[in-house]
């Protein structure tokens, strides 16, 4: 049976189709995910917690599983001169979840600025963490970026070919 928590609930009242996937709690990749629900690593989106230089709204950068967020170009996509990245400990403190289970619709109104690659507009949906470790949510990428008034930018570069 599929877990149930605040996310999946939220789903629920708003009607929003999704599909949940229940996944070993340990912490997984996202191209382990990926090969677990049968999808491609470009439809397994991240999120990566990215802090600003100075002061402003922590980011929450979501991206492809194949694929690493720039930088620089979400840097310059918010009008910042730097974003860096937190550490692992620090990405959990300031969001309150454990990394392998850190999710956009879990900081809906937490003070998070939401960035989705553009790439997902390649899918009508895409695969994200459920909020804790172990469970994945399908859902329309129409419905994430609503719920979490996301941008869509390109914030990533396309993946390393393969056998290079």
Request: aromatic share 4%; proline share 5%; no cysteine.
């Amino acid at each position: 049976m599929t877990r149930t928590n605040n996310i999946t609930r939220m789903l629920d009242a708003k009607k929003i189709p999704y599909t949940a996937y229940d996944l070993p709690a340990e912490k997984l990749g996202a191209l382990e995910t990926a090969r677990m629900v049968g999808a491609p690593a470009a439809q397994v989106f991240k999120s990566i917690v990215v802090k600003r230089e100075g002061k402003g709204k922590i980011i929450l950068a979501v991206i492809p599983g194949d694929r690493e967020v720039d930088l620089k170009l979400l840097a310059k996509a918010l009008g910042e001169k730097k974003v860096h990245l937190p550490t692992e400990r620090e990405a959990e403190r300031l969001t309150g979840l454990q990394a392998g289970g850190i999710s956009p619709l879990a900081l809906i109104n937490r003070g998070f600025q939401m960035v989705i690659d553009a790439s997902a507009r390649n899918f009508a949906e895409i695969h994200i963490s459920g909020g804790q470790r172990g469970l994945n949510i399908l859902l329309p990428v129409s419905a994430l970026v609503t719920l979490t008034n996301a941008s869509l930018v390109e914030i990533t570069n396309e993946p390393p070919a393969e056998g290079l």
